[in-house]
């Protein structure tokens, strides 16, 4: 069975520029998560969506935007690019809403590098 | 809020020594709690939690963490470490607010475990 996928793996963009992430979750699971991994902060959560609808977001700007597609398939958008925002990118997915049950562990994908000049 | 604190960014130890990576949390409702595994240029992998039960929870490869409420502690342990284990190491929780609708799962800001022979 195939773990959660990103693409691509590395972007190096311009500042000012906008990158796109692409993130699919593993089959059957609804629930996706976005968490950006910069050098010496850990892992901050950015988004969640679950059936199609953002449920929760993180202290970001709203320059940080994303979306679900109906086959649960995730976009993240980082428009106006900074060069605070060179990361790791890291999308993760889940049967339901959190990991609060047995069955709705979150699995991660490898990221996708942001590198920002 | 929820926070996690991993009191040690790095842990150096010897092959088949033991070793115990700390992390704290605060929370003022119940918490579930997580270890993380992220080898080198790769994503993170779910090595145990505790939902409910025994405070005692065995993980992958060898690891184990014991959940103790008193002292809001979620340490990670592992009696002989390989040089395999060479990780950074993420202490995660996760709490319910009202609905389901503010979940989030918290990181600590990650323990670097180097296992030298």
């Known amino acids: 069975e195939a773990g959660v996928t990103q693409s691509p793996t590395h972007l190096i963009k311009t500042r000012g520029q906008q990158a796109t992430l692409r993130c699919s979750p593993i089959s059957g699971h609804t629930s996706v998560y976005w968490y950006q991994q910069a050098l010496g902060l850990g892992l901050q959560f950015l988004l969640w969506?679950?059936?199609?609808?953002?449920?929760n977001r993180g202290n970001f700007p709203p320059r940080f935007s994303g979306r679900q597609f109906p086959n649960y398939s995730s976009e993240l958008n980082v428009n106006a690019l900074e060069l605070e925002d060179s990361a790791l990118y890291l999308c993760a997915s889940s049967i339901g809403q959190g990991p609060h049950t047995s069955g709705n562990t979150i699995y991660f994908g490898e990221g996708s590098w942001l590198t920002v000049v | 809020a929820q926070s996690v604190t991993q009191l040690d960014s790095q842990v150096p130890v010897f092959e088949e020594a033991p070793v115990e990576l700390r992390c704290n949390y605060s929370?003022?409702?119940?918490?579930?709690l997580f270890w993380y595994v992220q080898y080198p240029n790769q994503g993170l992998q779910l090595l145990l939690k505790?939902?409910?039960?025994s405070t005692l929870v065995k993980g992958i490869n060898g690891f184990e963490a014991e959940f103790n409420k008193s002292q809001t502690s979620f340490h990670l342990r592992k009696p002989s470490v390989h040089i395999s284990d060479t990780a950074e190491y993420f202490c995660a929780v996760t709490t319910w607010g009202s609905g389901g609708s503010n979940y989030k799962l918290t990181f600590g800001k990650g323990t670097l475990l180097t296992v030298n022979p």
């Open positions: 929370s003022s409702v119940s918490v579930y």
């Open positions: 505790y939902l409910s039960g």
């Open positions: 969506y679950d059936e199609g609808e953002e449920r």
